[in-house]
């Protein structure tokens, strides 16, 4: 009986992490460029080691373990908006960028401008071009980024956005306002990555699915509690029956 109580707790702990990705997701449907995260699980048997001399053998007994979350890449929709500093990304490459913390890449491609002129982010992170920030006079005019990150005005080329890559994105971690870090060193984009101006990619979370997974985790959760509650009231009443027997 207490063991059907471990792997029911497991189970919520389980759960528990499923509904807190679940709820990340769905605080993000609106964010430019954000990735849907989903769960990985792994089953655990329990007890590792056993003996064999026993006329009943160890039954074996099933955890949930968590393995992390999975980085869905998938190309969320793009939406044109006719700002020259909005760059929508298409396939596999991301913006590098410069924080307090260090090098980190994102896919949100809302840019704006600072006061020094700096390319930026939205939270004023300066965006990383071939051999640094890409800095624009406030006189200058015409602004264009091309499919290869080129930045141009009327004054002629300014610099190139870098857009990278990884060898395994899984890798990838998030680190709050919409960026990632890597351990492994990024790769030049080449060709798996392009961009399109004056377009943002919206979020690829999709709000039906997400809702349906929401449903189904609250509908187990509650019946993993109800066995929960149950193993407990029967070992409260065997119990109290072995005590009126002695």
Do not use: C
């Not at 499923?18 to 605080?27: G, T």
């Not at 869905?72 to 410069?98: C, K, M, S, W, Y």
Request: zero cysteines; glycine letters at 10%; hydrophobic letters at 35%.
């Amino acid at each position: 009986m207490q063991n059907a109580l471990f792997v029911g707790v497991s189970s919520q702990v389980a759960l528990q992490r499923d509904l807190e990705v679940i709820a990340n997701n769905m605080a993000n449907v609106s964010t430019n460029g954000f990735k849907t995260r989903n769960t990985r699980f792994q089953e655990y048997l329990m007890p590792v080691a056993s003996a064999d001399s026993f006329k009943r053998p160890d039954r074996k007994l099933s955890y949930v373990i968590d393995q992390g979350t999975a980085l869905d890449l998938g190309q969320g929709p793009i939406e044109q908006t006719g700002n020259p500093l909005h760059v929508a990304l298409r396939g596999e490459a991301f913006l590098a960028v410069q924080t307090p913390e260090g090098e980190r890449y994102t896919r949100n491609g809302a840019l704006e401008t600072d006061a020094q002129g700096r390319i930026v982010t939205s939270d004023g992170y300066p965006v990383q071009g071939d051999g640094g920030p890409i800095q624009i006079n406030a006189q200058e005019a015409g602004l264009w980024i091309g499919p290869d990150g080129t930045v141009s005005t009327n004054l002629g080329i300014r610099g190139r956005l870098r857009l990278v890559t990884f060898a395994n994105p899984q890798g990838l971690t998030n680190q709050g306002a919409n960026l990632y870090a890597s351990r492994d060193q990024p790769q030049a984009a080449g060709l798996a990555g392009r961009l399109e101006s004056g377009a943002l990619e919206r979020s690829n979370v999709k709000p039906v699915v997400e809702m349906t997974r929401l449903m189904d985790v609250n509908r187990t959760y509650t019946m993993v509690s109800s066995v929960i509650s149950r193993l407990d009231e029967l070992r409260g009443t065997a119990i109290r029956r072995l005590a009126d027997v002695a």
